[in-house]
Each structure stands twice: as C-alpha cells, then as structure tokens.
C-alpha cells in the first residue's frame, strides 16, 4: 500500500502503472523546468556583469572570480548537502517553494550591493537557495518515469536550465542595452543604481511568482527499488556508491575533471570583450541567441538519438551519447579561444552549446538509472556537489588565477581558456569511457531484478 503524496515516507511496492498520467507527468517536468529557468538566471547573470562590476569595484581577475565562483558554490556544502536527507524524506515541492523564495530575493539584495563585501554575501545566499534545486527536481522527476523513460524526461526538466542560461545572456544583453538609452532608476534610500545594479534587481524578483506555482504542484508518490540501502543520511549515499564504485567511480571523477575546465565559460563575456572588443550588452544578446538555438537542438538530437538506441536493445544508450558527444565538442573547444574573429569563436562555442544539451542531462540520468529512490535526493545532492563547488567554484579561480599568475596580463585570458581546455577535457572523456561497461552491466542487473519481481 502506497501513503500519500507528501509523506514524509518513502513509498513502498508501488507498482509501475501507478505512476502518474503522461499528462500529469510532463506537466511536473514543465513547472520544474521553469524553476530551473530562474535557477540559472540567477546563477549566471553575473557573468555577463562581471567586467562591469570590476571596474566599479576596482577588483583584480581573481576577486572578481571569488564572485563568479566560491561565493555562490562553496555554501553548497554548509547548505546543500545537511540538507539532502529532508528531499528524499520531506514534501519536496515546498522544498523547491522556499529554495527559490530565498535565491530570488537574494539575487535581487545583490543589485543593492555597495561593496565587495556585500555582493559576496548576497552570492553566497543565492547558493544557499539555490542547492536545493537540482537534488529535489531530479528526486521528483525520477518518481514521474519509469527507468527507460528517464532520459526523454531529464531532457525535458533540461530545457528549463537551457532557458535560463540563454536567459542570462540575452535579457541581460538586452536590459543592458536598454538602461544605457533610458538611464538608470533612484530609488527610494538607495539612491541612482548602477546599470549591472538594476539588471540583478530585475531578473530576480520575478522568481517569486514561481514559488507560487510549485506550492499548485502535486507531488508524486515515492518510489523504493530496493531494500538493501543504510538509513544513516549522507553517509549511507556515499556508502552505497562506493560498493559500487565501478558505475559511480568513473562518472564523479570524469564529471570533476570537466567541471575543472568550466571557468571558461564563466569568463565568456570577458573573454569576447579583452579579445574581440565585444560589449557585454553584443556578448548577451548573441551569445544568448546562439546557446539558446544551439542547446535546444541538442536536447532533441539526444533524445531521439538515444530513443533511436534504445529502440536498438542498447541499455546503455545515454552513456553512449555522453562519450560520443564530449569526443566531439574536444577539438572544437580548444580551437575557439584561437579564433582571429569574434564570429568564428563564437562558431566553435555554439559546438559546445549543441554538445553540451546532448550530452549533460545524461550524465543526471545515468546517475537516476542506477541510484535507489531511497537515496536519490542524497546521491543527485552529491554529484552536483562536485559540479557545483569545482564546477562553478573552483574552475572560475583557475581561470582567474591562470591568466594572473601565468601569463600575467589579462588580455591573454583566451589563453589560459586554451590550456584548460588541453589539460582538463580528454582525461575527463578516457576516466569517463572507463565506467561504460560498469554501467552497462548494472541496467542490465537492475532491469533483470525488474523482471523476476514482476
């Protein structure tokens, strides 16, 4: 028998038709997607403000990357992961409800920022909100699928981060653009803002309304696939990856090897406007339209090529698509910071952007496919952990700090681009490849399990 949705226990020996109508379904995915639309608004507009706010600031390369990373990601681990056990144990969508409440009023307190100091803070909260996001979205999603069908529905919640990515860009670029031709607002107390004040202001506050519509949301039965997992919190995740570290091993160190390398897009307004003289308000407006275009196509093209698998009897389909589409995007990568045109550089990213929608909502849903529903929250909290802290807290410091410390001029940032990219992404591809058989063998344990007990 199957409690409520919204016990605070997991369900048990709910069976497969009794997962929630298709309608029902991909309307969860769509509130969530949009949740994550606003997640990564918050998160990344920054970094088409960041040349702004360090000339208002008067901030070295690596101050300014202690904003684009360790102020928002480190309080991931103080937040975040404590906080693991409430998803797969609370009513996760008034988790999320108070997640985005948080960030997006943080999000806004950071255009009211007066100092270093004070946008510091602001950043940090944002991230406190913020890591609830990921582990609790793809918590509900999990319960809304059966396993086949996880990767078509994680590139649906997908569409949710490619939307505000874009969004960052564009809206910023445009918002940018704007201001300069109106000016300004005063307000009250605060007096004139800061353009890159005003446009922190305006992306945040709507995230408010959001909240409103995940306290609608009906929230899915939960689902437990096995019983042979510790109840202890944190621990009893990191307990069960490491007996299985054969799946899990190769797929948390290949996701932080390539999380090393992703200061480079932290620093893309950056690089476009030191190398190619570029405004943040050009950067946006094309950078936004291309990352939009491109990571959609990749959405589709991954689903169908993995549905296309599948069809196939290939049970390892996403992890196939995972190792084919990162050889890919290496060669393009390296190339773009050498780009004599800022067209061609862009060119070469928009390879990325379609590579990366392919390929990163895979990466969560392997790690859905073969994680238990009783630790779901708690595995999904680690491994964004990694994606987050190294991801988007250290690998902005790397970036920042390479173009400091050795090469020592801030117009050869496209350098140190370049030379992360060499280092970091064919080993996370080789670690990465290394977990294909692994994880082959486990679906194929865990759909045979399926089998025999139903």
Same mark, same amino acid.
């Given at each position: 028998?199957?409690?409520?949705?919204?016990?605070?226990?997991? *369900?048990?020996?709910?069976?497969?038709?009794?997962?929630? /109508?298709?309608?029902?379904?991909?309307?969860?995915?769509?509130?969530?997607?949009?949740?994550? +639309?606003?997640?990564?608004?918050? /998160?990344? $507009?920054?970094?088409?403000?960041?040349?702004?706010?360090?000339?208002?600031?008067?901030?070295?390369?690596?101050?300014?990357?202690?904003?684009?990373? @360790?102020?928002?990601?480190?309080?991931?681990?103080?937040?975040? $992961?404590?906080?693991?056990?409430?998803?797969?144990?609370?009513?996760?969508?008034?988790?999320?409800?108070?997640?985005?409440?948080?960030? #997006?009023?943080?999000?806004?307190?950071?255009?009211?920022?007066?100092?270093?100091?004070?946008?510091?803070?602001?950043? !940090?909260?944002?991230?406190?909100?913020?890591?609830?996001?990921?582990?609790?979205?793809?918590? %509900?999603?999990?319960?809304?699928?059966?396993?086949?069908?996880?990767?078509?529905?994680?590139?649906?919640?997908?569409?949710? #981060?490619?939307? =505000?990515?874009?969004?960052?860009?564009?809206?910023?670029?445009? *918002?940018?653009?704007?201001?300069?031709?109106?000016?300004?607002?005063?307000?009250?107390?605060?007096?004139?803002?800061?353009?890159?004040?005003?446009?922190? %202001? &305006?992306?945040?506050?709507?995230?408010?309304?959001?909240?409103?519509?995940?306290?609608?949301?009906?929230?899915?039965?939960?689902? #437990?696939?096995?019983?042979?997992?510790?109840?202890?919190?944190?621990?009893?995740?990191?307990?069960?990856?490491?007996?299985?570290?054969?799946?899990?091993?190769?797929?948390?160190? =290949?996701?932080?090897?390539?999380?090393?390398?992703?200061?480079?897009?932290?620093?893309?307004?950056?690089?476009?406007?030191?190398?190619? &003289?570029?405004?943040?308000?050009?950067?946006?407006?094309?950078?936004?339209?291309?990352?939009?275009?491109? *990571?959609?196509?990749?959405?589709?093209? &991954?689903?169908?090529?993995?549905?296309?698998? /599948?069809?196939?009897?290939?049970?390892?389909?996403?992890?196939?698509?995972?190792?084919? +589409?990162? &050889?890919?995007?290496?060669?393009?990568?390296?190339?773009? @910071?050498? *780009?004599?045109? @800022?067209?061609?550089?862009?060119?070469?990213?928009?390879?990325?952007?379609?590579?990366?929608?392919?390929?990163?909502?895979?990466?969560?849903?392997? !790690?859905? $496919?073969? +994680?238990?529903? /009783?630790?779901?929250?708690?595995?999904?909290?680690?491994?964004?952990?990694?994606?987050?802290?190294?991801?988007?807290?250290?690998?902005?410091?790397? +970036?920042?700090?390479?173009?400091?410390?050795?090469?020592?001029?801030?117009?050869?940032?496209?350098?140190?681009?370049?030379?992360?990219?060499?280092?970091?992404?064919?080993?996370?591809?080789?670690?990465?490849?290394?977990?294909?058989?692994?994880?082959?063998?486990?679906?194929?344990?865990?759909?045979?399990?399926?089998?025999? #007990?139903?």
């Amino acid at each position: 028998m199957a409690s409520a949705p919204g016990s605070e226990t997991p *369900m048990q020996g709910v069976a497969l038709e009794e997962y929630p /109508q298709p309608r029902q379904a991909w309307l969860t995915v769509g509130v969530l997607a949009l949740c994550t +639309t606003f997640a990564m608004l918050d /998160q990344g $507009i920054l970094s088409l403000l960041i040349q702004d706010i360090i000339r208002d600031f008067e901030l070295t390369d690596t101050q300014a990357s202690l904003l684009l990373g @360790p102020a928002f990601a480190f309080v991931y681990v103080v937040v975040g $992961i404590p906080l693991s056990p409430v998803v797969d144990r609370w009513v996760r969508t008034r988790i999320l409800a108070i997640g985005i409440t948080v960030w #997006s009023l943080a999000t806004a307190a950071c255009g009211l920022a007066g100092n270093f100091s004070q946008l510091f803070l602001a950043r !940090m909260v944002v991230g406190a909100g913020e890591s609830v996001n990921g582990p609790t979205a793809y918590s %509900i999603v999990s319960d809304c699928f059966p396993r086949d069908r996880l990767p078509k529905a994680v590139y649906g919640l997908q569409i949710g #981060s490619v939307a =505000g990515n874009g969004l960052a860009l564009l809206l910023g670029g445009v *918002m940018i653009y704007i201001i300069a031709k109106i000016g300004t607002p005063i307000l009250p107390l605060v007096g004139e803002l800061r353009p890159w004040q005003a446009v922190m %202001i &305006g992306v945040g506050l709507p995230g408010l309304l959001v909240a409103l519509v995940l306290l609608w949301l009906k929230e899915p039965a939960r689902r #437990s696939f096995r019983a042979d997992v510790s109840k202890v919190p944190v621990l009893g995740a990191v307990k069960y990856m490491w007996l299985h570290f054969a799946v899990f091993g190769p797929l948390l160190i =290949g996701l932080t090897l390539g999380a090393l390398d992703g200061g480079g897009r932290a620093w893309g307004a950056a690089f476009f406007e030191r190398t190619h &003289g570029w405004s943040p308000a050009t950067y946006g407006v094309a950078a936004g339209i291309v990352s939009i275009a491109a *990571m959609l196509a990749g959405l589709w093209l &991954g689903s169908q090529w993995v549905e296309r698998m /599948q069809k196939r009897g290939l049970v390892d389909a996403p992890f196939r698509v995972i190792l084919y +589409t990162r &050889g890919f995007n290496i060669p393009f990568a390296i190339a773009m @910071p050498l *780009m004599p045109t @800022p067209e061609l550089a862009l060119a070469c990213y928009s390879v990325t952007f379609l590579t990366l929608g392919m390929s990163g909502p895979l990466l969560n849903a392997v !790690m859905l $496919i073969v +994680t238990p529903n /009783q630790i779901r929250g708690q595995v999904m909290a680690l491994y964004l952990f990694i994606f987050t802290v190294i991801g988007q807290g250290i690998s902005p410091v790397i +970036t920042g700090a390479t173009t400091d410390f050795i090469f020592t001029s801030p117009d050869d940032l496209r350098w140190s681009i370049m030379l992360l990219h060499i280092v970091f992404l064919p080993p996370a591809l080789f670690v990465t490849w290394l977990g294909w058989k692994p994880y082959r063998r486990e679906v194929e344990r865990l759909n045979a399990e399926d089998a025999a #007990s139903g």
